[in-house]
């Protein structure tokens, strides 16, 4: 009794060094993929160059584009990469609907109507303008969702939520799509930032949300335990003594703060946030004070390998990260799914 | 206290259907409002009809104005009936693909009928936009039956699971989409501009031949469809409680699906990516008739048939002489309905 209490302690040690070093490997890889991120582009710049740029700076032109181009691009990128995949591995916490990601909040599409209507207003088409206006119209969306899911029978249920989310997304989207189909002035001038993109962000807009990223960051992760109880049923949680109702609004609020700030910086990116969590669950299991982290440094991944890839294969142009993504990103995740899901 | 359940079990013939008690009173009321809401659609325009002279028209007799035969018949009436028909596949795919999953956002984009449709449409809309209108339906169809076909397959594993063949559809319409809006983004802006309104979904200047394309589609697979009423309950149980009770679950599954990307696909060639209502009808039903499919398939499809007459009309009237897609108002219309039954439905 006592010796299999022992060894199902030690495996229980064995796997927390096994995921820890994976997640040191995986930060290695986003270690690199950040250099190649900054070296590779429309203009290659050597490395020796990069570590000048931040050393010894000159103000040359590689060490001009390294500060005020690919770094900021780069910074944000892995920021909403890792902002994302949170969100997404707590909605589907949250909801045990693996079909859930922030996109279902209504994040997205809140914050591609408020984009719209100001553009088809104000004819306004600056990058930091559009930021404010997604901001707000993903909070917007974001809370109405949520207060529709909870007057519905039973309180804020999975089931409830994902309905309003859907509806409230339709809805939002319909009169989007209604407005760039009688201008077609607003259509061109916002198509691209419609398909999710960090190209021409600069630190200033990083600066902007940065706090709202970490605010969000440390709450997930700080929530990390509670929802892991959470995600095997709501009884189940309750029963174990865990006040349901504060964890979902503290959740709640790090999604929107999380999606919120993504959406704002990058436009509508929907692939992060609804396949990592996906991913990273068939590497880590079910404990989201794995799952959480690793999502982080995966989305990052990602998000930085595919903005890097949009820029090198046609150049000197560039395809947009939002749609370079699910390009790649799907086909692995439909090989996964053949790998691991045979027998459930 | 009164019984749940209609039954007919008729002495003569092998056959037993039972269905909710509400199911006649709701389908009736339903067929009724979609009547109402087609002849007052056929009417209505920048030439007026009064409903009475529609309804002449449409059964023959003689009015006052001959011009009224050519508008009607020719110029709307296949217009409206493209509207209610798409309406009622849409549905049936809906109830269907929600029933297979057992999950309540389970509609035809699930299973990649929508993003594949889309995809082959925009893609020849874009960059080859000197093609006749009239390929479009057949690319459409051919998109989502491919798409279809490789998400069921790679989700193939020894069996198919509905978890399997969600996150399979998944990816397939992430990719799908992915292309389309590399399109949307790069292409002509005028082209993007037309793409936009298909995607968006529009019964505008339907004709007969569409009507008469689309008919055999909707009325064989519909009746499958509600011939496989009764594999559905059981599925719904569950994979392993239906198997226990002795059906064949995969092969009854395939067929559905068939079904459903079959009624989803030609509907979504003829009208374009009508949003929501296969998500929404199969709700609605239920709210009405409940669960049980044998009654909720009808009622669902009649209710999908009524929202997109309801919702075509509604695109003509609001901003006239402008006109808005259907679609559009299908998701406008139907989406804070949905929040009124979610709020409706709370216990006191």
Known sequence: ?344 | MTKQWLIIRPKVLPISFHCDRRVPRVLSILTLITIVAMVISVGYGEYYISPLDVIKTLLGLQTTNTDYYFVINILRLPRTLVAFLVGVGLAIAGTITQGITRNPLAAPDIIGVNAGAALAAVTLIILLPNTPVSLLPFAAFTGALTVALLIYFLAWREGSSPVRLILVGIGFSLIANALTNLMITFGEINTVSQALVWLTGSVYGRSWSQVLALIPWIVIFGAIALILARELNTLNLGDEVARGLGSPVEWQRGLLLLTSVALAGSSVATAGTVGFVSLMAPHLGRQLVGASHEGLLPVAAMMGGMLVVGADLLGRVMFAPLELPCGIITAAIGAPYFVYLLIKNRQP
Not at chain 1, 9 to 23: E, N, P, S, V
Not at chain 1, 31 to 59: H, M, N, P, R, V
Not at chain 1, 240 to 267: F, H
Request: charged share 10%.
């Open chain 1, 1 to 344: 009794m006592l010796t299999t209490e022992k060894n199902s302690y030690l495996r229980q040690q064995r796997k927390h060094l096994q995921l820890f070093t994976g997640l040191l490997l995986a930060g290695l890889i986003l270690w690199l993929s950040l250099l190649a991120s900054i070296a590779w582009g429309a203009a290659d710049i050597s490395f020796k160059d990069i570590y000048q740029a931040f050393t010894a700076f000159d103000g040359s032109s590689s060490h001009l584009i390294i500060r005020t181009v690919r770094l900021p691009r780069s910074l944000i990128a892995m920021l909403v990469g890792a902002a994302l995949a949170i969100a997404g591995a707590i909605m589907q916490g949250l909801t045990r609907n693996p079909l859930a990601s922030p996109s279902i909040l209504g994040v997205n599409a809140g914050a591609a109507l408020a984009v719209v209507v100001g553009t088809f207003i104000l004819g306004s088409n600056s990058l930091s303008v559009y930021a404010w206006f997604a901001f707000a119209g993903a909070a917007i969306s974001a809370i109405t969702v949520y207060l529709l899911g909870s007057i519905g029978r039973g309180g804020l249920t999975p089931f409830n939520l994902t309905i309003a989310g859907a509806a409230i997304t339709a809805f939002i989207s319909s009169i989007t799509s209604a407005i760039l189909i009688l201008s077609q002035r607003t259509l061109e001038e916002i198509r691209f930032w419609l398909a999710g993109s960090v190209a021409g962000r600069d630190m200033n807009l990083l600066w902007q949300v940065l706090p709202y990223i970490c605010i969000g960051l440390i709450l997930a992760l700080a929530l990390s335990k509670q929802i892991t109880i959470l995600s095997l049923g709501e009884d189940t949680a309750r029963s174990l003594g865990q006040s349901t109702a504060l964890i979902k609004i503290l959740a709640a609020i790090s999604i929107i703060l999380l999606a919120g700030a993504s959406v704002a910086i990058a436009g509508p990116i929907g692939f992060v946030g609804l396949i990592v969590p996906h991913i990273v669950r068939f590497l880590v299991g079910v404990d989201y004070r794995w799952i959480l982290p690793y999502c982080a440094i995966f989305g990052a991944i990602i998000v930085l390998n595919a903005d890097l890839l949009g820029r090198l294969v046609v150049r000197p142009t560039e395809l947009p990260v939002g749609l370079v993504m699910p390009l790649i990103g799907a086909p692995f995740f439909i090989y996964l799914i053949r790998w691991k899901l045979h027998n459930s």
